[in-house]
Nanobody, 119 residues
């Protein structure tokens, strides 16, 4: 069982910054990758960023250069530093973990944290 809890969301003015955190608990018996997704009202959930256990990173083009994803394996925590926020960044942000057991891959999701950017 893997559990993820996001925190750090809130209300910020355009141009401001927020730092999201995702705390991971539960046993994992193999390596995993983690990522951030977001979903705005009336829109599909979209990819934001991913990071592997070894540190390989991918960003969506819409956030590249503004957001930074990182992970602290010792603390079982991943972060998303969001700078130069825009109103279009407003969404519920979800933390995702991909756990591999043998030939199977399992997806786990947090409850989400609201990010609202005012103009």
């Amino acid at each position: 069982q893997v559990q993820l809890v996001e925190s750090g969301g809130g209300l910020v003015q355009a141009g401001g910054s927020l730092r999201l955190s995702c705390a991971v608990s539960g046993r994992t018996f193999s390596s995993y990758a983690m990522g951030w997704f977001r979903q705005a009202p009336g829109k599909e959930r979209e990819f934001v960023a991913t990071i592997t256990r070894s540190g390989s990173i991918n960003y969506a083009s819409s956030v590249k250069g503004r957001f930074t994803v990182s992970r602290d394996n010792a603390k079982n925590t991943v972060h998303l530093q969001m700078n130069s926020l825009k109103p279009e960044d407003t969404a519920v942000y979800y933390c995702n973990a991909e756990v591999v057991v043998g030939v199977l891959q399992y997806s786990y999701w947090g409850q989400g944290t609201q990010v609202t950017v005012s103009s």
